[in-house]
């Protein structure tokens, strides 16, 4: 069995989208007084005609919302956890969507991306293929070329008809390059260079009503389903 407890999870996303909320341009206002009175610790970092973005300092990594006419979006790099992310998002949700009139999403996404450390591509390789949805033969590369320098996998799942999961995995060979002052020192030792990633999106497929969707409690169910899909899949 795979160990998903090896995984860092790189990247945690939420989102819902809906029809044009054109409440937007007359409420954002308001959507920022109500936000920031009830979360001191949320600044308002940017706003225009096209979105809005609010951003809470955190020591594991900003979580930053952003919503439009069309989106309600949050985001967050190197999550510590699910709890800052989930608890913002059932406070905030319903003060948005009360302003801007929503009250049917037509898309709810969660998207998790980890990244599992390897050694080289020979690594990643042997991992997609445990898969079984990624085979080459030898004699196929041959024919083709000499080496298979960007593996990777992308296919998305339906289960009962109401939500789908997009899985995408691929070899990632990459440097961190940060400028900073020389005072500064600056720790990347987590940072991991070569490394499988693995990118999976939970959707909806049909229309879900606002007041029904508990973030916090959709982010610790999707967690655990997708590191089970994980290790069943590269088991």
Known sequence: MFDTSKLLLEQMIFEVRFEHAGLYWDNSGKIFN????GWPTATVDAVSTLEAKIVIKNKDGDLTL???????????SY??????MGEFADYVLPIISRHLDVHLFTRIGNRFIYVNKV???????????????????ED??????????NPGIKFTVVRDNDVGYTFNMAYVNRKLEINVP?????????????????????????????GNVKVYE??????????????????
């Open 66 to 76: 952003t919503f439009s006419p069309q989106h309600i979006h949050f985001n967050q």
């Open 218 to 235: 959709l982010l610790k169910k999707n967690k655990k389903d997708i590191e089970h899909f994980v290790g069943e899949l590269l088991g």
């Open 182 to 210: 020389k005072p500064i020192k600056y720790d990347a030792s987590g940072f991991i260079t070569n490394g499988l990633l693995i990118d999976i999106d939970f959707h909806t497929l049909k229309p879900v009503e606002g």
């Open 119 to 137: 050694d080289d591509v020979q690594a990643s390789i042997a991992l997609l293929e445990k898969t079984g949805f990624f085979n080459i033969p």
């Open 79 to 84: 999550p510590g956890g699910i709890k800052p």
């Open 140 to 149: 196929k590369l041959k024919k083709i070329g000499t080496s298979l320098n």
């Open 34 to 37: 109500e936000i920031l009175k």
